[in-house]
């Protein structure tokens, strides 16, 4: 008899096609946070990786206005410790002006770059628009980033690229200074490659030369010196233990060369470069999922006027059941595991959803573009020219059990009225 009352209670709850919309309404919030979830820490961690991309794992700095001499005994040295998998060294220059054609003049950032060694560092090569080669230390040949010679598409937000190519070979005239310097410094070379990288910042501000020519170039006769080395870490090393060993090393080397200043100097992992901006994001990606919580909280609600609404047109059958010898507790739990159930089939379903969306969101991008000539995701804007497309499940986990949990929470108080109906009561007038 219990297993009958059992089989016509979830009988009069299935056939009540309202329970569908508890179920979507479940779906549409688990989906609706999973993808803000997925998409925000794709973004957050973009930021982190672009930092490995273009500087390596650990970052060696002089101090301001400060030069590390001889810097390939320096890297010599660091490619000894086992932690270390190679080493480049980088010269920066405060920036300049650089003329492309008549008209055509960009501000630009300027590193001097080991280009034959980058590779091992950092990605360089693959970056080259149309799989270019690296003319390596070559003189006169310089490399600049793709937005510094082209703008993309004011709607698509792509390049042009057939017309980025034909800079390749290009004779450009860069304008530059020197700290305690009146004079300016120019630097004529041509356009071996142009590197998009993914990254706006680089890919819009950024022009490589090779090194030995810069310095050169700015500081003629001080032979060869850097204010910055990027370290790649052997795989498995993690990088924060390695930063003490790669400091004791530094202070060594400037012992060695009487460098006073590089006590001063930094030796920090390229994530922590963007700490504060990954902290500050990480506040606004919380921010945003207590809002989407508080309202997709409206589940509970509606779950509850849903499973309310059964109770009431169901009056009389939950009354039948209870006299067939399902008990008061047997009969809330009952509704509270229908709400269970509700919550699971709909949080199956969100993530689903969640899922599909997040891992084709460049597609859908692409669609919402070509269709309604609106773009919603510029690297301009955004940084980066893709959006990040990897579902989280650490996050997916956590929203699937709360959307369960809120299910739960909403078909509780139905439950409760369900457990109090008096079967003698209401039959007596039936």
Known sequence: MKHLSLFLCFKYLCRKKIVLLSIAS???????????????????????????????????????????????EFIAELEKLDIVEAATAVLSS????????????????????????????APFAKYLVGGGEVAGDEAGMGYVGIGVVAKPDAVTDEYDYDKVKGFVGRKVKLTT??????????IAFRIAGISESGMHEIDSNFIFLPIEELTEKLYPGKGKIADM?????AGGVDDVTAVDEIRSVWLEFGKKKDLYWTAFGKV?????????????????????????????GGVILLIFCIFYLIVMTKIKDIAIIKSCG??????????VFFGLVVGVAGSALGILVGWVI??????????????????????STYMFSRIPNVVYWDYVYWIAGAAILAAAV????????????????ILRYE
């Open 26 to 72: 479940v779906a549409m919030c688990c989906g609706l946070l999973i993808v803000v979830s997925s998409l925000f820490s794709g973004f957050i961690d973009a930021v982190e990786n672009s930092a490995v991309e273009s500087m390596g794992d650990v970052i060696v700095e002089a101090p301001k206005g400060a030069r590390i001499p001889d810097y390939d």
């Open 94 to 121: 405060n920036g300049g002006l650089l003329f492309i054609g008549k008209g055509n003049v960009r501000a630009v950032l300027l590193w001097g770059i080991e280009v034959d060694r980058r590779d091992k560092v």
């Open 177 to 186: 200074a020197v700290s305690g310097s009146d004079k300016p410094k120019r």
């Open 229 to 233: 080395i990027h370290i790649k870490l």
């Open 268 to 296: 920090e992992t390229s994530r922590l470069r963007q700490a504060r901006l990954i902290v500050e994001y990480r506040k606004q990606m919380w921010m945003l999922m207590v809002i989407f919580g508080i309202v997709s």
């Open 326 to 335: 399902l008990g008061s507790s047997g009969v809330a739990v009952l509704f």
């Open 358 to 379: 997040t891992t084709n969101i460049n597609s859908v991008e692409a669609w919402v573009s070509s269709a309604l000539g609106l773009k919603l995701w510029k690297s």
């Open 410 to 425: 909403g078909a509780l108080v139905p439950a409760i009225a369900a457990s109090r109906v008096r079967p003698v009561r």
